[in-house]
């Protein structure tokens, strides 16, 4: 499954929407998806699995990339 995450770069920021960046994450659950990106230092907002018509709209964005940790 693809996981789109939502995240601020240093988790000792506080959340501020205009600063959000987001990924894409293949595993198989949600805890699967923080136990990579744990040692990363980001402060996760959400973690959205993606059915098949959301990846398929994601897919088509330019920024569109399955992160490997």
Sequence with gaps: MIFKVLYQELASEVPVRERTDS???EAE???????KLKNEGFNIEY???LD???L????QS????????
């Design 52 to 54: 098949e018509d959301h």
């Design 29 to 35: 659950t949600e805890r699967q998806v923080r136990e």
């Design 23 to 25: 990924m894409y994450v």
């Design 62 to 69: 330019e920024d569109y990339k399955v992160e490997n940790f």
């Design 47 to 49: 973690i959205q699995v």
């Design 56 to 59: 398929e709209y994601e897919q």
